[in-house]
């Protein structure tokens, strides 16, 4: 890869790059460090020589107040070049299926309309999927895999396909979700989808 964005995590940058305009999901059991690793990578994102035009955009879904408190002190630190979108999980369920697509809304406007490399970093997943299930349960449509509805996989594609660039302009959106595995299954119907849609994974 030539063009690729650094994380500020060796281990991803040397052996797992992150290319412009891929979707590289990061897959986190209960009680890893993903949410350092999110915040590591808010921090320490960057294209070499093109500061001015590479953004972050950071896509929080169902945040508890631990969580919340947590980012908002790195987005402090932050200053500069990046957007934020934040729903607590206290907040109505249908607006964390919206958020990340108001972020990825403003990425695709920032690169196809700006010119811009736009970073999105989405978390967690795994609340946007359970807040489909319980959409999708109240209005008694009929359950896929483990009560998850039956198009959880286009929902998701439309999300993540998202990425990437296109021919003739100048950005291009790269997608970095973060991935809490239930019950630490990677077989769990959310994991297991979202490896089909994405490039491998962290």
């Known amino acids: 890869p030539e063009e690729f964005i650094e994380t500020g995590f060796s281990s991803i940058d040397g052996l797992n790059t992150l290319v412009k305009g891929q979707k590289l999901p990061i897959f986190s059991c209960a009680g890893l460090p993903s949410k350092e690793l999110a915040a590591g990578v808010l921090k320490n994102a960057a294209l070499k020589g093109e500061k001015e035009k590479f953004v972050v955009v950071f896509a929080a879904i169902g945040l508890t107040y631990h969580e919340y408190s947590f980012y908002r002190n790195i987005l402090e630190e932050m200053r500069d070049n990046f ?118 994974q962290i």
Request: hydrophobic fraction near 40%.
């Open 83 to 200: 957007v934020a979108f934040v729903n607590m999980a206290d907040e109505p369920v249908v607006e964390r299926l919206l958020a990340p697509r108001f972020g990825l809304t403003v990425a695709e406007y920032l690169a196809f309309e700006k010119g811009m490399d736009v970073l999105v970093v989405m978390t967690d997943m795994t609340n946007y999927c359970d807040a489909l299930r319980e959409i999708s349960t109240a209005r008694e449509e009929l359950p896929g895999r483990r009560g998850y509805p039956g198009y959880m996989y286009s929902d998701l594609a439309s999300l993540y396909e998202s990425a990437g660039r296109i021919k003739g302009l100048d950005g291009s959106v790269t997608i970095l979700p973060v991935v809490t595995m239930p019950e630490d299954d990677i077989t769990h119907p959310i994991p297991d989808l979202t490896g089909y849609i994405t490039e491998g």
